[in-house]
């Protein structure tokens, strides 16, 4: 880190490349998430970018712009794949410079979350036979009047913008009440 004269030659004094400032990690989950360093030195410079040690090249999920002092990286529509260490560096004929950040990608639980019930695959309408809420990260769904043929496979869809996630249970009616299925 830091500025440090290399050498001198008939042009002038030579310097490493530097920071001036460095990466911070960011959580993101769904949106793009932005790293963007700013660094100087003698030029020519060349840029980086590595994820978990291998260097990233622009495509559909990263866009990277580099100018004579900036660098952007932004991952389009993070999600938990892009959770890791991401390294910057620079390089010139006197030296090199890296830093790094992490991105961690929060998808579990992410609000807004919507939820929907399926019986067989059907999705189920809400309705006083079917009612279901969401509470404390937990869905329910309340069965009302039930009878034999409400035995099936429910399956409860979380969705949020980070993506969605299934859970499945089979329902077996042996009497007849109200009956809670959470997931």
């Known amino acids: 880190k830091g500025g440090k004269r290399a050498g001198r030659n008939s042009i002038g004094l030579l310097y490493k490349p530097h920071f001036i400032k460095e990466l911070q990690s960011v959580q993101s989950a769904g949106d793009p998430a932005t790293l963007q360093c700013k660094f100087s030195g003698t030029k020519p410079?060349?840029?980086?970018?590595?994820?978990?040690?291998?260097?990233?090249?622009?495509?559909?999920?990263?866009?990277?712009?580099?100018?004579?002092?900036?660098?952007?990286?932004?991952?389009?529509?993070?999600?938990?794949?892009?959770?890791g260490e991401y390294i910057f560096e620079v390089q010139n004929d006197v030296g090199s410079s890296s830093c790094s950040a992490s991105i961690n990608c929060i998808v579990s639980g992410s609000h807004p979350i919507s939820i929907q019930w399926y019986k067989d695959g059907q999705e189920i309408t809400a309705s006083e036979k079917h009612k279901y809420s969401f509470?404390?990260?937990?869905?329910?769904?309340?069965?009302?009047?039930?009878?034999?043929?409400?035995s099936g496979s429910y399956t409860c869809e979380a969705t949020n913008k980070a993506g969605s996630n299934q859970c499945s249970g089979f329902l077996t009616v042996k009497g007849?009440?109200?009956?809670?299925?959470?997931?």
Do not use: Q, R
């Open 45 to 83: 410079i060349t840029a980086k970018w590595f994820k978990d040690g291998k260097e990233l090249t622009l495509g559909p999920k990263y866009k990277i712009s580099v100018t004579d002092t900036v660098s952007v990286l932004k991952v389009l529509y993070a999600d938990k794949k892009d959770s």
């Open 135 to 150: 509470h404390d990260n937990t869905a329910f769904l309340e069965i009302n009047k039930l009878e034999g043929t409400d």
């Open 176 to 183: 007849l009440t109200s009956f809670f299925v959470l997931c």
